[in-house]
């Protein structure tokens, strides 16, 4: 008997400065850039439920909060998509319909993961939820001198793949990382790459490499600054696209986004706090 699964796609959230010379007296609460830092993720939280509507450009959302306590939240997310039905009188009427689906957010300051439920007859991209979400909450957090930055979780071996099949071909190799101020997926990077960014207030860094019109980039799978891009990247903290001769657009590796299956039948009946104990399992 075949096995149907609940898949997720994964995302990460860096909760950032807007500026890090700024002035703490003009904020309620804080004292200095440090405890900012130190208060960023109860100020995302109190943010997120604070959101009494979700907005997508072109679809009407709405949601529910099933489960939360200090550090998660699981969301119920509905969206309008209406149905089109010819009737027994050879007319056409339309009829409601709210395809729904999961959304569960893990606020904890060494995880900031939001796990969005492929349910493609409410969105295609789970990504265009991920980004509302987000959106949502930027208002709230500029008024504390935050920003919320997301990126994909994607597969590493996308990239080396991708790399091991185009020897000879690869053009130009571009790396768009958010400034990390987490710990545990940063430690791969240089400290001079993080120093950097720090020091001259970048939210992101861009890092372009490009070969000679003639020639093609080399890629050495054991160089250590490649491989902690790579690596940094991979969890969340950043894109890589790569241009390709003779491929018109740009192939992004988090077009590869990491996802998390659960069993349907481990999944089905039961009660959110358990769903919320089920998902921290599989993603830590």
Do not use: C
């Not at 980004?131 to 597969?155: C, W």
């Not at 710990?183 to 000679?212: E, H």
């Not at 241009?243 to 740009?250: A, H």
């Amino acid at each position: 008997m075949k096995t149907t699964s609940v898949a997720f796609d994964l995302f990460r959230y860096q909760i950032l400065p807007r500026s890090r010379s700024f002035q703490p007296e003009l904020f309620s609460n804080i004292s200095s850039l440090e405890d900012l830092l130190a208060k960023k993720n109860n100020i995302f939280f109190a943010a997120l439920l604070s959101v009494r509507e979700f907005h997508t450009r072109k679809t009407v959302v709405r949601h529910k909060i099933l489960f939360q306590d200090s550090t998660s939240i699981l969301y119920r997310f509905a969206a309008n998509r209406s149905l089109t039905r010819e009737t027994e009188n050879f007319t056409e009427e339309e009829i409601e319909n709210w395809p729904s689906f999961f959304v569960y957010i893990w606020n904890a300051p060494d995880e900031q993961l939001i796990a969005v439920q492929e349910r493609w007859n409410a969105f295609q991209q789970t990504e265009v939820v991920a980004k509302a979400i987000i959106d949502s909450v930027d208002l709230d957090l500029g008024r504390n001198n935050l920003r919320a930055h997301i990126e994909a979780l994607f597969f590493e071996n996308a990239f080396w793949d991708l790399v091991s099949q185009n020897v000879g071909k690869i053009k130009d190799i571009r790396f768009e990382l958010i400034t990390p101020n987490m710990a545990n997926i940063s430690g791969v990077l240089s400290d001079d790459l993080k120093q950097f960014a720090k020091s001259t207030n970048a939210a992101q860094t861009t890092l372009d490499i490009q070969a000679d019109p003639d020639s093609a980039i080399t890629i050495d799978v054991k160089d250590e600054k490649l491989k902690g891009l790579v690596t940094y990247s991979s969890e969340g903290g950043g894109n890589i696209s790569v241009k390709i001769r003779g491929i018109s657009r740009r192939i992004h590796t988090k077009k590869s986004k990491k996802h998390l299956d659960v069993d349907e039948v481990e999944f089905t009946g039961r009660d959110p706090k358990e769903i919320v104990d089920l998902l921290k399992g599989l993603l830590s």
